[in-house]
């Protein structure tokens, strides 16, 4: 008896042992399997580290968001968005310090009631345009390779341009005050090799959906842009929390339709303009053009195509 009691308490710590040691195996290649899928992200794949959730108070930057940065889907795109011309209706455009407002007519052409008279002090049209702040990148406007600036950290990965940081931590400051709301700086600057790796991503996807490697290359520049085209290269681009249409929801976006021009910035890719940027509707993405520039763009309504045209002409 006392012998296959014995017998059977060794059969049963057999068995534990088994247990643990395949548990302990299970874990460990767990913990590989979850090394080697995380080395391979970008810093736009890492929450900041600002806030939880919109339920916090604004002084409570403790915590971080609980999920990652996803981009929009191409379902959105084209079907969500009307196009809009620039001549579709009669409209004023206003700007500061002149004599006069300068009209559309029906087929979109600027007429001018009078000659509008500038100060001596203003800069001249070709001078603005050169302005840094006002440069365009796009799919039609690649970023000049010797294109140099000075970078500035918002936290332990992200970069914005020196001159306009100041600006972005205000607002986002203010805005987090004002709407004891969630808001971080999910994106900021990227270098071409990031922004080519995202965009590689995403020509994946198409690419595995059975689509050709051009096609899908069309179909990933609608939501991201090429390297060397994106306005992230220029540190003077910003995507909010997680660069999800669902952000227009969030007190915090009403908060930056209206208040945001008043720090210099303006809402890169509006709905319904996607005609003209090319780009699928933005809310999360945000543009620094200076507050001169953005009140004159988000009183007239425009993208910052339309209104480099308006300077133009």
Same mark, same amino acid.
């Given at each position: 008896?006392?012998?296959?009691?014995?017998?059977?308490?060794?059969?049963?710590?057999?068995?534990?042992?088994?247990?643990?040691?395949?548990?302990?195996?299970?874990?460990?290649?767990? +913990?590989?399997?979850?090394?080697?899928?995380?080395?391979?992200?970008?810093?736009?794949?890492?929450?900041?580290?600002?806030?939880?959730?919109?339920?916090?108070?604004?002084?409570?930057?403790?915590?971080?968001?609980?999920?990652?940065?996803?981009?929009?889907?191409?379902?959105?795109?084209?079907?969500?968005?009307?196009?809009?011309?620039? +001549?579709?209706?009669?409209?004023?455009?206003?700007?500061?310090? $002149?004599?006069?407002?300068?009209?559309?007519?029906?087929? +979109?052409?600027?007429?001018?009631?009078?000659?509008?008279?500038?100060?001596?002090?203003?800069?001249?049209?070709?001078?603005?345009?050169?302005?840094?702040?006002?440069?365009?990148?796009?799919?039609?406007?690649?970023?000049?390779?010797?294109?140099?600036?000075?970078?500035?950290?918002?936290?332990?990965?992200?970069?914005?341009? $020196?001159?306009?940081?100041?600006?972005?931590?205000?607002?986002?400051?203010?805005?987090?005050?004002?709407?004891?709301?969630?808001?971080?700086?999910?994106?900021?600057?990227?270098?071409?090799?990031?922004?080519?790796?995202? /965009?590689?991503?995403?020509?994946?996807?198409?690419?595995?959906?059975?689509?050709?490697?051009?096609?899908?290359?069309?179909?990933?520049?609608?939501?991201?842009?090429?390297? +060397? $085209?994106?306005?992230?290269?220029?540190?003077?681009?910003?995507?909010?929390?997680?660069?999800? $249409?669902?952000?227009?929801?969030?007190?915090? /976006?009403?908060?930056?339709?209206?208040?945001?021009?008043?720090?210099?910035?303006?809402?890169?890719?509006?709905?319904?303009?996607?005609?003209?940027?090319?780009?699928?509707?933005?809310?999360?993405? /945000?543009?620094?053009?200076?507050?001169?520039?953005?009140?004159?763009?988000?009183?007239?309504? /425009?993208?910052?195509?339309?209104?480099?045209?308006?300077?133009?002409?």
């Amino acid at each position: 008896m006392y012998k296959r009691k014995m017998t059977v308490r060794r059969k049963r710590r057999l068995w534990l042992i088994r247990i643990r040691t395949l548990i302990i195996l299970a874990l460990l290649i767990w +913990g590989v399997t979850n090394l080697l899928h995380n080395s391979g992200k970008t810093d736009d794949d890492e929450p900041a580290n600002i806030c939880v959730n919109a339920s916090k108070t604004p002084n409570d930057s403790s915590g971080e968001p609980s999920g990652t940065y996803i981009e929009p889907d191409i379902t959105q795109v084209l079907s969500e968005h009307e196009e809009r011309i620039l +001549g579709e209706e009669e409209g004023v455009l206003k700007e500061p310090n $002149t004599a006069t407002t300068v009209s559309r007519n029906a087929a +979109g052409i600027p007429e001018e009631s009078e000659t509008p008279t500038r100060n001596n002090d203003r800069p001249t049209v070709s001078e603005v345009i050169k302005d840094w702040r006002l440069l365009l990148v796009n799919a039609d406007n690649p970023l000049s390779e010797d294109y140099t600036f000075e970078l500035a950290a918002i936290d332990s990965t992200r970069k914005f341009d $020196t001159r306009a940081i100041g600006e972005l931590k205000k607002m986002i400051e203010d805005c987090r005050a004002q709407t004891g709301g969630c808001i971080w700086a999910q994106s900021t600057y990227r270098s071409r090799q990031t922004q080519g790796e995202i /965009f590689e991503r995403k020509v994946q996807e198409y690419v595995n959906m059975g689509n050709t490697r051009e096609e899908a290359e069309e179909l990933a520049a609608v939501i991201v842009a090429r390297p +060397g $085209t994106s306005e992230h290269h220029i540190g003077l681009a910003v995507d909010f929390n997680y660069a999800k $249409t669902e952000f227009e929801n969030t007190d915090v /976006f009403e908060w930056l339709m209206g208040k945001a021009h008043n720090y210099g910035f303006i809402l890169r890719y509006p709905e319904g303009k996607q005609s003209i940027t090319k780009v699928i509707y933005e809310p999360w993405h /945000f543009r620094y053009v200076g507050k001169e520039h953005a009140e004159i763009i988000k009183a007239n309504d /425009f993208c910052l195509e339309e209104y480099i045209d308006y300077l133009k002409d």
